[in-house]
């Protein structure tokens, strides 16, 4: 049989953090893409060399983002995987008579 730990506050903690970091990463995504634009519309203009590096930097801003976004689903997790330990212990706890 498996033994359980569960440290709520260590989980809560992980969780708060992986949503801090998303909006941490997503923050800096948007202050590195506003430089990237600036530059190719005012330090890195060309014919064709600056359009496709903005293009190129655009598809990686994007595939990014989508990644980053799986932190959100982690960050959920952790926080139900709390509350449903805290509702079984509470459960359990009235099954005992206590």
Aim: aromatic share 6%; glycine share 8%; net charge negative.
């Amino acid at each position: 049989m498996a033994n359980i730990h569960v440290d709520y506050e260590a989980i809560r903690g992980t969780a708060t953090a992986l949503s801090r970091a998303q909006t941490d990463m997503e923050n800096q995504l948007t202050t590195l893409k506003t430089m990237i634009d600036q530059l190719v519309t005012s330090g890195f203009i060309t014919d064709q060399a600056s359009g496709r590096f903005q293009t190129a930097y655009t598809n990686w801003d994007t595939g990014t983002r989508q990644a980053i976004t799986g932190l959100e689903g982690m960050s959920k997790f952790l926080t139900e995987a709390v509350t449903q330990h805290e509702s079984l212990d509470t459960s359990l706890s009235s099954a005992a008579g206590g």
